[in-house]
């Protein structure tokens, strides 16, 4: 590879990078899907809905959210299941159910009211936390062409 993005807070070793900013995961639902089902007060509220999660490994559906020193864990059940964080803003537009996506890929669908921001006072702090990293191999020679995308990346993608 030249460049690779990578959400972690530990990048590994033997790569050099540079950090593009934090990503924070959040549970979102369209209204439509709350009006019709009802909006969750607590976590455990959740098991009696519809949420669509990312399925790539089997603890994917164990949703892991925190508040303040109250810490819970809900195995949430639903009918979509996708590795893809677009697709599933996309079915969760169509009200579908409740997912958990990163706040840059939701950001524009909660500005314009088309989603709705789930159990706000809590914090999902389950998997692909930490920081977005732009990493590529360390070596004493970056030809130009990969310089420059690494500097035009890093200034695109902290802005979002």
Do not use: M
């Amino acid at each position: 590879f030249d460049l690779l993005v990578l959400v972690t807070d530990n990048p590994p070793e033997g790569l050099a990078g540079k950090p593009l900013g934090p990503v924070r995961q959040l549970l979102c639902a369209s209204p439509d899907y709350l009006q019709r089902h009802g909006e969750p007060q607590h976590p455990q509220d959740l098991l009696r809905h519809s949420c669509l999660y990312l399925g790539e490994t089997a603890g994917d559906n164990r949703w892991h959210l925190r508040r303040g020193e109250q810490q819970e864990t809900v195995t949430v059940r639903g009918r979509y299941i996708s590795n893809h964080s677009e697709a599933r803003l996309q079915v969760a537009l169509a009200g579908l159910g409740i997912t958990c996506l990163p706040h840059f890929t939701a950001a524009q669908a909660l500005a314009e009211g088309r989603l709705r921001e789930v159990l706000p006072q809590w914090r999902y702090t389950g998997s692909y936390q930490g920081a977005a990293w732009l990493l590529w191999r360390q070596n004493h020679h970056l030809p130009p062409k990969t310089r420059a995308l690494i500097d035009y990346l890093s200034e695109a993608l902290i802005r979002t």
